[in-house]
């Protein structure tokens, strides 16, 4: 007997050294491919460029929002990731890789909150990393590592969310969660969520009078802070709200992606899934279902408290993750993931984290299941690396072609692919990636409009005439078009076409520019115009 528990120990302690061998090793390897992803040195994303020139305004001492920058250099996002990266990008450059470095740590802080949120919720060490590393491996796909807002954004999200609770919703952590919530926003408009996230938790489990009191707070705060940036920054509503509202209305949601993103992420989670079904039947067995112990002093009978505002609604008091799981689940299946731009995105940000940390949080400290949860959790590991594509390569020859280009000339329309080319040289900006949804934002309140001679549309005109009038004149030494570009037409004058201009002056060759083969990379046709020859007579 001796004998049998003693080697039973020694065969447990090195599966679990197998185990955590495992771990480590998928560790390591999403952090390579993480690294691969920020030194990349081209584009990852087809609009990743845009990033720089919201930068570049803000270090020079300009407003993406103020009328001198509009269109060409507007951003369809708030610019608090910028205004953090300018005054380090005058110390090692405006570069892609600069960006992908910060937006790099902020996931690294964000997969860290979930390890503590893990840890927290009785998580062990062990499965409280996994929940991290499998995190970290979610927010590897698409647009969340790339230059952009979103890993900042993600980062106040998760920290305004986990302020409260570890100080037990005191009046000081919701002070600090709404200032959390607002910069949230600032980074990018849908992380502002966790305030309500909050405020709902607030109400089913702390009181419903404090939980009333922080939402009107924190939209009172809201609006006083939204006020000042609207009267500081003229155009930020325009670009912001009533552009991204209007292009996405244009371009329309769909059910039925958000049906087949659904099966996809439910497929690529079976084996979180899994074991989140095996961990609620033990629970279940056990009377504490998803942690939702009996409140010491509830009473034992009645679900709900209706009358009294200083108690909670519900008298069984919910576990915080899971009501957080399902304010994105509802966020999520309402409105972002019908979002035909973003595949998986707000999927793997919004639900993953919390999922996996309330399921790896139930299913500790269950030792009679450990090991059939743990080979789940390395099937886990491994869908969460086959959704990571790998392949960096490109064809360096046509990316060769098109700097070679952009070197010879000055003046130049380009493609948001080659924008960190564009800048590096110190040539104009003409289109930043967001310039072509500025004329959605025309839809303004009328409070809101601005002098007759700044409205959206005044300034759409004026900027496609000048585009129009260097075209016709053959001022642009050479322009780079993408498939997925439009050249700007006018609202008012439709029988001057930009794209027939362009045909009559300059004379086209393609190419195909490929970038990492990954979503939102992958070839893009690129159409490469230089100017055609002026004959005799024109030069006299």
């Known amino acids: 007997m001796v004998m049998d528990l003693n080697l039973k120990n020694r065969l447990g302690a090195v599966m679990n050294s197998l185990y955590l061998v495992c771990l480590v090793g998928f560790a390591v390897a999403i952090a390579h491919h993480h690294t691969q992803l920020v030194f990349s040195e081209y584009p990852l994303d087809y609009n990743e460029g845009g990033m720089l020139v919201t930068t570049d305004t ?38 892609l890789e600069l960006h992908r470095m910060l937006v ?141 509202f209007q292009s996405s209305a244009i371009l329309a949601s769909s059910d039925a992606f958000l049906v087949s993103q659904s099966k996809e992420f439910l497929q690529h989670n079976l084996p979180v899934l899994v074991i989140l079904v095996l961990a609620i039947l033990y629970r279940w067995r056990s009377k504490a279902v998803l942690g939702f112990p009996l409140e010491q002093n509830s009473q034992s009978e009645g679900f709900v408290n209706l009358f009294d505002l200083d108690k909670p609604l519900l008298q ?107 800048m590096a040289k110190g040539a104009p900006v003409y289109e930043s990636g967001a310039t072509r949804y500025f004329i959605f934002g025309a839809s303004t309140l009328p409070y809101l409009k601005t002098d007759p001679d700044h409205t959206t549309l005044e300034i759409w005109e004026r900027y496609v005439q000048l585009i129009q009038g260097k075209i016709k004149n053959r001022e642009f030494d050479l322009l780079l078009i993408d498939n997925w570009m439009r050249l700007p037409k006018s609202l008012r004058d439709t029988e001057v076409d930009t794209q027939t201009l362009l045909r009559q002056n300059y004379r086209k060759t393609a190419i195909v520019l490929s970038l990492p083969q990954r979503p939102g990379g992958g070839d893009y046709n690129v159409q490469i115009w230089k100017p055609i020859p002026a004959k005799p007579d024109e030069e006299k």
Request: glycine share 4%.
């Open 316 to 422: 069984r008091k919910p576990n915080y993750i899971w009501v957080c799981c399902a304010c994105s689940v509802i966020i999520v299946a309402l409105s972002l993931g019908k979002n035909q731009g973003n595949h998986l995105t707000y999927f793997l940000q919004l639900i993953s984290p919390f999922l996996l940390v309330g399921t790896f949080a139930l299913s500790s400290n269950i030792p009679n299941w450990r090991w059939p949860f743990r080979i789940l959790a390395l099937w886990a590991m491994y869908n969460s690396y086959s959704l990571l594509q790998t392949d960096f390569s490109v064809n360096e020859d046509s990316w060769r072609i098109v700097k070679k280009e952009i070197a010879q000339a000055n003046d130049i329309y380009a493609s948001t692919l080659v924008l960190q080319e564009i």
């Open 58 to 95: 803000i270090s020079r001492g300009g407003n993406p929002f103020s009328l001198e920058n509009q269109p060409a250099r507007i951003s369809l996002y708030p610019v608090l990731f910028s205004v953090i990266v300018a005054p380090v990008s005058r110390i090692f450059g405006n570069t």
């Open 104 to 244: 790099g740590l902020f996931v690294l802080a964000s997969c860290a909150l979930c390890y503590y949120l893990c840890r927290s919720n009785s998580g062990s060490r062990t499965e409280s990393f996994t929940a991290a590393a499998l995190c970290y491996a979610a927010l590897l796909y698409y647009s969340t590592p790339v230059a952009g807002p979103n890993g900042l954004g993600l980062f106040f999200f998760f920290l305004a969310i986990t302020i409260p609770w570890m100080y037990e919703f005191s009046t000081r952590s919701l002070i600090f969660a709404i200032v959390l919530g607002i910069l949230a926003f600032y980074s990018k408009q849908y992380f502002v969520a966790s305030l309500g996230y909050i405020a709902l938790y607030m109400f089913l489990a702390v009181s419903k009078l404090r939980a009333v009191y922080f939402g009107l707070a924190a939209l009172a705060t809201f609006i006083v802070v939204l006020a000042f940036v609207s009267y500081t920054s003229t155009y930020y509503l325009a670009d912001t709200f009533f552009a991204v």
